[in-house]
């Protein structure tokens, strides 16, 4: 039978959860990236679809599988997994092994190639991470956030029944079921919607329906476009956040501030209001 072998030279090794700023600097130095996937809890860019923000071939080690692995037996399985390696990129936090024995300035003890260890990578003052990031998110600090991803944060997921509530009482809206990423802070968004290979200027709407069912939902009104067909998946970009949740007392000052939202996230994402 015979063995198929890579020709891959240089590795960025890691978990990129977020592909930001920092990430790219190191998968910029490589040919490659080997990400380890560890699977557990919301993440800002779960599994494959770190490649939505990535040129390069990709690598997953499912750390579960990985994690018995001592420090110079990971080594040895990237050595295994890409024979001409020669030169590995990590972050200076980069832990890897059992019990996180090694580290990025031990990686040299057990790789015998080149190791280039990229320094902290700060913007405004605050370090970019990945934990930072969703921090900020979850803040309602948008703008910061995506600042330290390098684009406008997004998620994708299937479209589904809603209440039904917005086309007959206020604005068509297309739900949606999100699964895996981590939410921003509830509250209203000027955004883009990404179906079928176009992207529609848009008012997001994530949280619970105070004033209606108290039920919790991801919702998206296409600014101009009255009837849309859904695709089978949806992406969302949240580019500002506009304001945060809250109930209002009557159907007709919630329709009320649904029309002052579509006009500012008009003029936030610089279309024409509608």
Do not use: W
């Not at 020709?7 to 977020?18: T, Y």
């Not at 071939?57 to 994690?67: A, G, W």
């Not at 919702?219 to 998946?233: C, D, F, N, Q, Y």
């Amino acid at each position: 039978m015979a063995i198929i072998r890579n020709n891959i030279r240089s590795i960025a090794v890691g978990s990129f959860d977020g592909m930001h700023v920092a990430h790219r600097e190191l998968i910029a130095l490589a040919e490659a990236v080997a990400v380890i996937e560890r699977g557990r809890g919301p993440r800002l860019t779960p599994g494959y679809k770190r490649s939505f923000y990535c040129d390069k071939p990709l690598s997953f080690y499912l750390f579960e599988k990985i994690r018995h692995l001592s420090a110079p037996e990971f080594v040895a399985k990237l050595r295994e997994d890409f024979p001409l390696l020669e030169k590995i990129v990590v972050g200076y936090d980069f832990r890897f092994g059992k019990d996180r024995q090694g580290s990025a300035r031990t990686l040299e003890k057990y790789f015998d190639g080149e190791v280039v260890v990229i320094s902290e990578v700060a913007i405004e003052g605050l370090p970019v991470h990945a934990r930072t990031i969703r921090e900020l998110l979850a803040a309602g600090e948008l703008e910061r956030a995506n600042r330290l991803l390098g684009r406008d944060y997004a998620v994708d997921g299937e479209p589904i029944r809603g209440q039904g509530l917005g086309r007959r009482e206020f604005v068509p809206t297309i739900n949606l079921a999100v699964e895996e990423y981590q939410l921003p802070a509830e509250g209203v968004y000027a955004g883009h919607t990404i179906l079928e290979g176009r992207r529609y200027p848009s008012v997001i709407f994530l949280g619970h329906r105070r004033t209606t069912d108290g039920g919790f939902a991801l919702e998206t009104h296409l600014l101009g476009v009255k009837e849309i067909r859904p695709s089978a998946r949806i992406f969302l970009e949240f580019v500002r956040y506009l304001r945060s949740n809250r109930n209002f007392e009557s159907f007709e000052a919630l329709r009320d501030q649904i029309a002052a939202d579509i006009a500012e996230a008009a003029g936030a994402l610089g279309v024409e209001s509608v």
